[in-house]
Every structure is written in structure tokens, then in C-alpha cells.
């Protein structure tokens, strides 16, 4: 009955992520959660795992980073819970994989040390903020995962279980860094050990730009705490894992977000900081001068 359809879905999700058809796999989880919700007992531990697996795989194919990081997350604790695990370098592989998965999770204004309490996003970002958490909420209500987990909450769990310890030192060591309420500005110098490490991994690639950009924020954060105004080569230098166009970028999107107090004064080549602070009374226009 149930159980036979629950294994034919299975099934189905296994063939539909071997061809990347991810819509499909999709809904053929939302039909699995609904089958094991029906049959009041859960799946197999092995059919668990393989469903986060696949879960996680369709959140980062959809750029749903905080999503995929609540699956490895959650895979790397079942993986654990086995009879049969798998050995030392696979299980270091995924913890490193979850580590980084919630180390790349979007910052919002509500988290704690990767957050500028300081700088207000604008309304019209907020809003956008708010909808994509009720997006999110959504999914994951769908998917039966109870309550939203947000960025700081899955890094402080990892710390909790062992599993950033677990992971690569390097990505340990500069998830450690990054997380602290003040960054060294050689933060990104130091980011190059665990960037190599993603770099010649295949499976662990994807999360290299989503690294960068985020030792960026932490980089220009930690400017922002002690300098008015900086050139902009000394900032490009600094940050020093991205081009100046996209460093550029990543102040308009941090400052858009309310993550980052500055503007960039292209007709000067310096970042501005403390934008808000002297103009209280003036919207930010988190644009390029």
C-alpha cells in the first residue's frame, strides 16, 4: 500500500535528480513528506538520508542556501546516527560541506556578529527580506521541518555537535574568524587556505563565490568599525578575493540590506563610511555615486 508507494517515489526522486529535472524532484518530496505524514511512522533511516540528500542538492541548485544548510545539517546528524557509516574522510567531507552550507547562508540585519546593529535597510529591502523569509517558512512547513531555522542558530548547532570541528581545519579555523563580533582585516589572506581546499574539490566548488563574498562583507564591516573613508585600491586590496567591480557591488547590496554603513564616491575613489550615522534624517541611497 503506503509503503510501496513511498518506495516508488523514492525511486522517482533518484531519477529525477540523476537527469536534474529539480522541479520534478521537488514535488516528488513534497508527494514523499505527504506519504510518510499518511503512513504515521518514518522512513527507513537510509530512505532519510537519502532524501536530505537530495533536498540539499535541490535548495542549492534553486539558490536556497539557508535551506540546503538546515539538509546537510541534517543529513551529516542522520549519517552519524547509522549502523553502517561511512568512513572517516566521507564523514569529514560532509561536515565540512554543512559547515560551509551555513557559513554562505544570506546575512540578514537579525543575525548577531555578521550583522551592523547600527544600519537600518531600507523599507523597500526589508520588505523583500520579510518576503523571502515567509517564502521560506513556506517551504519549510511544506517539507515538515517545524520551525525556520535562520543562519546564527544553524552555526551556533554545529559548533554545539561537533561538526564544525569535524570539518576541515581550514574551513574551521575561518569559520571560527569570520563568526567573531571583529574580524582581523587579513581575514581574506587567511580565507586563501580554505578557498584552495574548496577549489580542488568538487563537490565543495560551488560554495567558493558565496565564501568570497561573504569574507568580503566581514572585511568591509570591520573597515566600516574603523575608518571614515578609505581609497578604494586599499579596500580592493583588503578584500582582495574579488575584482573592484564586484567589491563595489558588495557594498551597494550590503549597504541596500542594512548590513553595512558606507557608500562608494566613485568621483573620489574612496568608501565612505558612517553614511547614516551623519545623516540621520536622509534616506540612504545605497547607490554609486
Known amino acids: ?33 505527504a506519504l510518510s505524514l499518511a503512513l504515521k511512522r518514518p522512513p527507513k533511516t537510509s530512505m532519510q538520508v537519502n532524501y536530505y540528500a537530495k533536498l540539499a542538492q535541490i535548495f542549492l541548485v ?34 565540512t560541506s554543512a559547515v560551509l552550507a551555513a557559513l554562505t547562508a544570506p546575512v540578514t540585519p537579525s543575525d548577531g556578529t555578521s550583522a551592523d546593529p547600527n544600519v537600518a535597510a531600507s523599507p523597500m ?57 571583529h574580524v582581523p582585516l587579513a581575514v581574506a589572506s587567511k580565507a586563501e587556505a580554505a578557498l584552495a581546499t574548496l577549489d580542488a574539490d568538487a563537490r565543495l566548488a560551488p560554495y567558493g563565490p558565496l565564501l568570497r563574498r561573504q569574507v568580503a562583507l566581514r572585511v568591509l564591516q570591520q573597515m566600516g568599525r574603523c575608518y571614515t ?35 562608494v564616491d566613485a568621483a573620489k575613489g574612496t568608501l565612505c563610511f558612517g553614511v547614516q550615522s551623519l545623516a540621520r534624517d536622509v534616506p540612504l541611497r545605497a547607490s554609486i555615486a
Not at 73 to 95: G, I, V
Open 229 to 263: 573613508a578609505v581609497r578604494m585600491e586599499r579596500v580592493v586590496e583588503a578584500v582582495k578575493l574579488l575584482p573592484a567591480d564586484e567589491v563595489e557591488l558588495c557594498v551597494v547590496r550590503a549597504a541596500r540590506r542594512g548590513l553595512l554603513d558606507a557608500r
Open 62 to 95: 534553486s539558490d536556497n542556501v539557508l535551506l540546503h544548510a538546515y539538509c546537510l545539517q541534517r543529513l551529516y546528524a542522520l549519517t552519524r546516527a547509522r549502523k553502517q557509516q561511512p568512513d572517516a574522510t566521507e564523514l569529514k567531507a560532509l561536515a
Open 1 to 33: 500500500g503506503l509503503a510501496m508507494h513511498l518506495e516508488v517515489r523514492f525511486a522517482q526522486l533518484n531519477a529525477a535528480a540523476a537527469l536534474e529535472l529539480w522541479q520534478e524532484a521537488y514535488r516528488t518530496v513534497e508527494d514523499i513528506h
Open 125 to 181: 529591502v526589508s520588505l523583500d527580506i520579510d518576503l523571502d523569509l515567509e517564502k521560506h517558512r513556506r517551504i519549510a512547513a511544506v517539507l515538515g521541518f517545524g520551525s525556520l531555522p535562520n543562519r546564527e542558530m544553524l552555526i551556533a548547532d554545529l559548533r554545539k555537535r561537533g561538526v564544525t570541528a569535524a570539518a576541515d581545519p581550514a574551513v574551521a579555523e575561518l569559520a571560527d574568524m569570520l563568526e567573531r563580533p
